[in-house]
């Protein structure tokens, strides 16, 4: 039976090739060999005494969660825990790491048995691909260490953070200042008309919204909606600045 030793020699070109897809240089080779190592193919009677990549995925699963959460926090530090984690599980799921992962070509580069069909790799949705960057992501963190770790899974969503912006660009202030004022002061903010401008093709509204402890902020809009958004986003930004 091939040993892993024997196995790495054969597969050497392919692995470098796999490091110039993910930008990144294992120091142990045998780690990124395993972290593309499925069992389907570790199961073989060629190649029984072959361990699997399902360990790291476990562990790549764990440095994944933190990684993200360690990049959203500091790249939105005025974002709240609940909104945070809506951000976290919009990017860490089984459709967007396959995504990523058949991007990175991991179907090319995987070690399977013939039990699979190479070519059913290529579904976007194939939790086998998710799985197997779990794996890789696993292998990088032994390999380098957190902070590689972290540079990686960072460059990885390199093409979602712009999503991630656009969601703080579109943020419900409204949900968000409810939330806020039924936490801080155990009451619901109250919206009031207070005036409305131009004509009935081209109107333009006024909204003061008023919370308990003496808060009010007005906002204008082309519809009331979202006149009562931007008081919204002017309230939320009072009472973040006076927690700080």
Same mark, same amino acid.
Request: aromatic share 8%.
């Given at each position: ?22 930008s990144y240089?294992?120091?142990?080779? %045998? ?9 389907? *193919?570790?199961?073989?009677?060629? &190649?029984?005494?072959l ?9 790549g699963?764990?440095v994944?969660?933190?990684?993200v959460?360690?990049?959203?926090? =500091?790249?939105f530090?005025? $974002? ?12 860490v799921?089984? &459709?967007?790491?396959?995504? @990523?992962? !058949? ?10 048995? #013939? ?7 290529n579904?976007i949705?194939? +939790?086998?691909?998710?799985d197997?960057?779990?794996?890789? @992501?696993? =292998?990088? $963190? ?8 972290k540079? *990686?899974?960072? +460059?990885? *969503?390199? /093409? ?13 202030? #409204?949900?968000? @200042?409810? /939330?806020?004022? !039924?936490?801080?002061?155990g009451?619901?903010?109250? $919206? ?5 401008f %131009?004509?009935n &093709? ?5 909204? /003061? ?6 808060? +009010? =902020?007005?906002? @204008? ?9 931007? =008081?919204? #986003?002017k309230?939320?930004?009072?009472? /973040?600045?006076?927690?700080?």
């Amino acid at each position: 039976m091939p040993s892993a030793n024997a196995l790495l020699d054969k597969k050497k070109y392919l692995l470098k090739s796999f490091e110039g897809a993910i930008s990144y240089k294992f120091k142990d080779m %045998g780690m990124l060999l395993l972290s593309l190592t499925h069992k389907s *193919f570790s199961g073989t009677n060629s &190649h029984k005494t072959l361990e699997n990549n399902e360990r790291l995925e476990f562990l790549g699963d764990a440095v994944l969660q933190v990684a993200v959460s360690d990049l959203l926090v =500091a790249r939105f530090p005025n $974002y709240n825990e609940g909104e945070l984690s809506k951000i976290r599980a919009s990017m860490v799921n089984r &459709h967007t790491l396959s995504m @990523i992962a !058949q991007n990175l070509e991991i179907g090319r580069y995987l070690l399977i048995g #013939k039990s699979i069909n190479r070519k059913m790799l290529n579904g976007i949705s194939n +939790s086998l691909l998710a799985d197997a960057l779990e794996a890789v @992501i696993g =292998a990088v $963190y032994l390999d380098g260490g957190f902070e590689k770790a972290k540079k *990686f899974v960072e +460059s990885l *969503f390199d /093409e979602h953070w712009d999503d991630v912006e656009s969601q703080k660009l579109n943020r419900d202030f #409204k949900s968000m @200042i409810q /939330e806020l004022s !039924q936490k801080r002061y155990g009451t619901a903010p109250k $919206y009031e008309l207070i005036g409305e401008f %131009g004509n009935n &093709h081209n109107k333009t509204f006024e909204i /003061e919204l008023q919370i308990e402890e003496g808060i +009010s =902020a007005r906002g @204008i809009g082309h519809n009331k909606k979202d006149a009562e958004q931007e =008081a919204a #986003k002017k309230a939320w930004e009072l009472m /973040e600045i006076d927690k700080h």
